[in-house]
Structure formats: structure tokens, C-alpha cells
């Protein structure tokens, strides 16, 4: 059994009785943590879907406090030792997140990058790979056994943990590869379906490949100067 975590955007709420209408019929799933800033309405009564109430206002991914490290946080409160972390514009299916549990990887996920050339990529160095050094949290499967130590390389990476809105994805990968001992992980190419609301304008724009190629400099560098 696995647990989900996810933040709820106020402008995604629409998006919610779509999980919830898949997941809530899920036997892979007994958990769905929903961090939210707003007052949720579902179609009818759950008893497997939990939900965290903050307050407001709502920034790019979480309310002041809470940057994207949080997920760290909210999978390791999780009851499950594997935590499927995703973004609330995407319904997973079953057998996709089945395959990614009976792969038994430290991580894994659908949405996956790489990093040659000191340049964050979009394709493989090479053709037919099936590894990839970066799992990123549109929708990945973690081993949350090993967040606590992820937390403690973020908190020395991160001065102002509070207030990271940008490669808290490539931390967590490249930290996990560091604690395991492992450069790249398997990853699964099943389709997954994205929800209407999958395109709203966020109020920062943080997935442009400059930035994340400096921040993925800047972690890959940390890693390989650390024992």
C-alpha cells in the first residue's frame, strides 16, 4: 500500500473530485494527504482522503512558511513508507503507480530529466536510455525512509529552507543518489491524464531551463564536494 501527497492550488480545486473519483477506488492507495488552503467540497464522504488547512494567502506551490521543501515534510507524515508525490493538475493510473511500487526503487516517476553538458535536458544523452539522474515531483514515488536525510542536506544547501520555490525535485534526486550510493533511477513511461486545469498561470515562473540549469550546477556541485 502507498499513501499521496499533495498541495492543492486554490485555482486547481476543480481538480480535486477528479482524484479523488479515481484514487478513493484505488486498492494501491489507502492515504491521500491534501495540504490546502482553501475549503474543499467532494462529491460525497471519504474516509481515505485527509486534508492539512492552511492559511493564506497562496503563493507559487504553498503559503508563506511553506516553500516546496514542505513536501518533504508532508510525505514524511505519511503513514506509508512509500509516498507518491505528485502535483494536483495530474490523475495517475493504477497500474502506473502499481509498476513504480514493484520496482521497489528509492525513486522513481513518470516526469524525468537529465543533466549533461552542466545543462539541464529535456532528452537523454543517449538513445534508449531507461535511467534517469533527475525524478521530478509532477509525479514520483518515493522510499520517505530516506527523507530525513534529504532534509538535512537541503537545510545546509538552503539557507532560506522556508522559501525555496524552484528544484526541490532535483535536491531530493540528486540527495537520494548520494545517500544510496546511486547515480540514475529506473523510471515509467505510462501515460497519466492531465486535468483541465493543468495550464493555469501560477504566480511565478520557475521551470524555465536557465534556471534550473544554475540550480542544477549549483546542487550537483554541493553533492560532489560533501563526503
Not at 34 to 53: A, D, E, Y
Amino acid at each position: 500500500m502507498i499513501s499521496v501527497s499533495f498541495t492543492l492550488h486554490p485555482n486547481r480545486s476543480e481538480n480535486l473530485n477528479a482524484i479523488y473519483d479515481a484514487y478513493e477506488n484505488y486498492d494501491i492507495i489507502d492515504e491521500v494527504l491534501v495540504v490546502t488552503g482553501t475549503k474543499v467540497k467532494l462529491n460525497k464522504p471519504t474516509k481515505k482522503f485527509k486534508f492539512v488547512h492552511m492559511p493564506g494567502p497562496y503563493t507559487y506551490g504553498a503559503w508563506p512558511s511553506f516553500g516546496l521543501l514542505s513536501r518533504y515534510t508532508w510525505a514524511l507524515s505519511c503513514k506509508n513508507r512509500y509516498v507518491f508525490m505528485q502535483d494536483d493538475d495530474f490523475v495517475y493510473h493504477e497500474s502506473t503507480i502499481k509498476k513504480m511500487l514493484d520496482m521497489k526503487q528509492p525513486i522513481t516517476g513518470c516526469h524525468y530529466r537529465w543533466f549533461y553538458d552542466k545543462t539541464y535536458q529535456f532528452k537523454p544523452q543517449y538513445k534508449n536510455q531507461t535511467t534517469a539522474p533527475l525524478i521530478l515531483t509532477g509525479g514520483t514515488l518515493v522510499d520517505s525512509w530516506l527523507l530525513p536525510d534529504v532534509i538535512k542536506h537541503a537545510k545546509i544547501f538552503w539557507k532560506d529552507y522556508q522559501n525555496v520555490f524552484n528544484a526541490e525535485d532535483i535536491f531530493m534526486s540528486r540527495a537520494i543518489a548520494k545517500i544510496t550510493n546511486r547515480d540514475e533511477f529506473p523510471f515509467v513511461t505510462d501515460e497519466y491524464v492531465s486535468l483541465p486545469n493543468h495550464n493555469v498561470k501560477l504566480t511565478k515562473s520557475v521551470n524555465k531551463k536557465r534556471s534550473r540549469t544554475i540550480l542544477c550546477n549549483s546542487i550537483y556541485d554541493y553533492f560532489e564536494t560533501i563526503q
